[in-house]
């Protein structure tokens, strides 16, 4: 290289240029005949076929890229100077059911990096039961129980969340009289107490609009409208079905509202987004910026003015992905999703303890799910560059075929009769169900890995699932014997129901009395909530639960490079479903492996070795077999296809292989042995 100064280095001159065919010819000669389309080309379930390599030739025609931070359709943020004014608001979710207990545990996290009240409401309160279970959330019976939840919490200084169905109606109100008793103007209330009214077997849009209009004058900060797509997420949607069924459900909640009166730039301002993220790092970052587009396209068809398009996004990490066994790998899990999140630019943001799926978060696993975070801003420094992102032609490719996925999909739903209809018809249940069996199967046959439990499993790990905290009780509320009958006068009168709601919590009435006077009816719309992992860790389980653990011998045969690569694969597949192995360094002999067997007395054995090997083996190994006194199940890793019938008659009971359904011959193993689950 000639000598040159930095500023005049030039490395297009210094190196050759090459065109995107010539890398493609290249990739191909080295595949050695294999079909580049099916080797390079990757299948999301979202629909999207993802290439090996993205130019900006990908990104022709997409007028939105030239926009900003701050600039419409907003998916580079809602605000221009993205996080270096301002970081994503640090939302642990806090799930203690006791007010009392909750309060110590809101401040003691409050003095370490948490930024908002985010505070679970107990099933048991949104559905106004008559018994408590042993769910987690907090238990809101009354007034004095907010007021035991945030005692010395100072919510001028920071947001409140509390999210669910249309009981929040009467939590909003509950908010209000907890803040004028604490002589806080309601208009410094932030955050959100909001409603999702597709929580509900049928979405209420009259207490909806009620909440709405409440909040538009009493405080204007204060989210009303929850439009929770988390849900669909964890029953095993995909980022396409979580958008489309996030901006269908807008689409009908805007229409209902506003034939109800209200104003498009008054209620889209009262929206609030919750998304999941999962494990596909860069679908996660490009489904946040598609969501952001959506909702601004959608508002911009209402007519809305520039600051209705924005939203407000509150990510939380997936359910769906999490795993029983080797819950350390969540750690690991939640990272990576919480710095998509950071990328994808989200306002606030909770991230599930990596035990959650054994147990309430005790103060280790709540204290590491919120340094995550603070590492991410403290520490990474992801809050002093705006946008990371963007300009990558593959974010912005993923985020272009996310929003015209999702837009078809609710185009459709429209054409079938709108978004209430689908959901009540069962038809979005069916869609979402159909792809999470999928999605199950390729975990089950292993062709999605999931680390710890389908693959690199840890023989060792033992569950310990935490039980029930108590059983089930009837609720002590004591009528407070409060005349109700101004309410149901004031029943169509938003901002006079509030005032009477407000009065009423404050002389000391209860959330049933209060329901009850409002003829406030319960049903929630069961929303599934699935792992993915569930039915592998479930055999496991199953298996590991057994007396005596059932032992899988396996016959290395001949070197340690004829059998290992069988012998690792056949121990991963085992070990996933729980199974015990015998896994010695390999027999020189048919009659040294056929002798091992018989002292071990395993019920099944597994042959190893090469293709090749297995034509003079595997006759010898299984007559030998079939002659012991408890002779066991033959298992062959492998799957020659012309030599499979030849094997099956010489005594091979099952195959194991890449095609196979580890969980389905893992269970048909077990079965085999003699043990039905």
């Not at 509900?200 to 207490?207: I, N, Q, S, Y």
């Not at 005790?362 to 002093?384: V, Y």
């Not at 033992?462 to 004031?490: N, Q, R, Y």
């Not at 329901?515 to 298996?543: F, G, H, N, S, W």
Request: charged share 25%; hydrophobic share 40%; aromatic share 8%.
């Amino acid at each position: 290289m000639d000598s040159k100064t930095k500023n005049d280095l030039d490395l297009r001159s210094e190196f050759e240029l090459h065109s995107l065919e010539e890398w493609k010819q290249a990739v191909i000669d080295g595949l050695r005949g294999a079909d580049f389309d099916k080797v390079m080309r990757t299948k999301t379930y979202e629909g999207i076929t993802l290439k090996p390599i993205y130019t900006r030739e990908d990104l022709q025609g997409k007028p939105w890229l030239e926009s900003t931070a701050g600039q419409a359709p907003y998916l580079r943020g809602s605000n221009a100077d993205g996080f270096t004014g301002q970081s994503w608001i640090v939302a642990q979710r806090q799930d203690e059911p006791d007010a009392a207990e909750l309060n110590s545990i809101l401040l003691h996290e409050l003095q370490r990096g948490l930024g908002a009240a985010n505070i679970k409401i107990n099933p048991d309160t949104l559905k106004i039961a008559t018994e408590t279970t042993d769910a987690r959330g907090l238990r809101l019976h009354s007034l004095e129980d907010l007021s035991k939840a945030l005692e010395d919490v100072e919510l001028r200084a920071i947001p409140i969340m509390m999210l669910g169905n249309r009981s929040m109606i009467l939590l909003q109100s509950m908010l209000y009289a907890w803040a004028e008793e604490n002589e806080m103007p309601l208009d410094q209330l932030t955050g959100a107490v909001a409603c999702d009214p597709f929580l509900d077997e049928k979405p209420d849009f009259d207490t909806l609009y009620k909440m709405q209009v409440a909040g538009k004058k009493h405080s204007p900060l204060l989210k009303t409208i929850l439009l929770d797509s988390y849900k669909y997420e964890a029953m095993g949607a995909s980022a396409t079905e979580e958008l489309a069924y996030f901006i269908s459900a807008a689409h009908k909640i805007l229409g209902e509202l506003i034939q109800r009166g209200a104003k498009i730039d008054d209620i889209a301002p009262s929206f609030v987004l919750k998304l999941s993220l999962g494990s596909n790092f860069f679908m996660e970052i490009a489904k946040i910026r598609a969501a952001r587009m959506l909702w601004a396209e959608l508002i911009k068809t209402y007519g809305g003015n520039e600051e209705s398009r924005k939203i407000h996004i509150h990510a939380a990490t997936s359910s769906f992905n999490k795993s029983r066994y080797d819950v350390w790998v969540n750690m690991l899990r939640t990272t990576t999703e919480s710095f998509a999140g950071v990328v994808g630019m989200v306002d606030s943001m909770e991230i599930s303890a990596f035990d959650s799926t054994m147990k309430p978060a005790d103060e280790f696993a709540a204290r590491i799910a919120r340094n995550q975070q603070l590492i991410l801003d403290e520490e990474s420094h992801f809050s002093k560059v705006i946008d990371p992102a963007g300009g990558c032609w593959y974010i912005e490719s993923l985020v272009a075929e996310l929003c015209d996925l999702s837009w078809k999909k609710m185009q459709a739903i429209e054409t079938e009769g709108g978004f209430e209809k689908f959901t009540d018809s069962g038809k979005l249940h069916e869609v979402v169900k159909e792809l999470a069996r999928k999605r199950i199967d390729m975990v089950n046959s292993r062709r999605d890995v999931k680390v710890g439990v389908n693959m690199f499993a840890n023989p060792q790990d033992t569950l310990e699932i935490a039980k029930a905290e108590a059983p089930a009780k009837k609720v002590a509320e004591v009528e407070g014997g409060i005349d109700l009958s101004e309410l149901k006068a004031h029943k169509d009168d938003a901002v006079k129901l509030f005032d009477t709601l407000i009065k009423a919590w404050q002389q000391g009435a209860t959330l049933r009395e209060l329901a009850k006077a409002l003829d406030l009816t319960i049903q929630l719309r069961e929303y599934p909530c699935l792992r993915v992992v569930q039915e592998v860790e479930a055999l496991r389980q199953a298996i590991e639960a057994l007396p005596q653990k059932p032992v899988i011998h396996l016959l290395n045969m001949g070197k340690v490079l004829d059998f290992k690569a069988r012998a690792d694969f056949s121990s991963a597949f085992f070990q996933m479903s729980g199974f015990e192995l015998i896994n010695p360094a390999g027999y020189d002999t048919c009659e040294a492996a056929i002798r091992a067997a018989s002292e071990s007395k395993a019920k099944a054995v597994c042959i190893c070795s090469t293709d090749a090997l297995y034509e003079e083996l595997v006759p010898v190994l299984c007559e030998g077999l079939k002659k012991l006194e408890s002779a066991p199940i033959i298992i062959l890793a492998g799957y020659p296809k012309d030599k499979v019938e030849a094997y099956k008659e010489a005594g091979v009971d099952i195959f194991i292989h890449i095609r196979a359904n580890a969980y389905e011959t893992n269970k048909e193993i077990i079965n085999k042995m003699g043990v039905e689950l």
